[in-house]
């Protein structure tokens, strides 16, 4: 079982920076892919970025590469998601989760691949 609480979201005006964290449990984290979706409202949750255990190979949204930097440090047990020039339309719920790995350059894209997630977290971005 692993448990996953985000902190960092807020209230930001456009253009500015955010900083996600997902802390999770357990003694095991380097064996979980990791990734960060978000749920507007009226909107289905949608993938933001996605990491492989070891955090060598990363993924993205079209909606946010070039802005937004997913990484994790495995002796802290968490995730990170590095959101900058954030837009309007990147106000979201957004959430983390994870899914053991069937292998060290595995990541995952699909929310349904994923079995552990957090409650999330508010970013809210002011035009």
């Known amino acids: 079982q692993v448990q996953l609480v985000e902190s960092g979201g807020g209230l930001v005006q456009a253009g500015g920076s955010l900083r996600l964290s997902c802390a999770a449990s357990g003694r095991t984290f380097n064996w979980y892919a990791m990734g960060w979706f978000r749920r507007a409202p009226g909107k289905e949750r949608g993938f933001v970025a996605a990491?492989?255990?070891?955090?060598?190979?990363?993924s993205y949204s079209d909606s946010v590469r070039g802005r937004f930097t997913i990484s994790r440090d495995n002796a802290k047990n968490t995730v990170y998601l590095q959101m900058n020039s954030l837009k309007p339309e990147d106000s979201a719920v957004y959430y983390c989760a994870a899914v053991r790995s069937s292998g060290s350059s595995y990541y995952y894209t699909d929310p349904v691949s994923y079995v552990y997630w957090g409650q999330g977290t508010q970013v809210t971005v002011s035009s």
């Open positions: 990491i492989s255990t070891s955090g060598g190979i990363t």
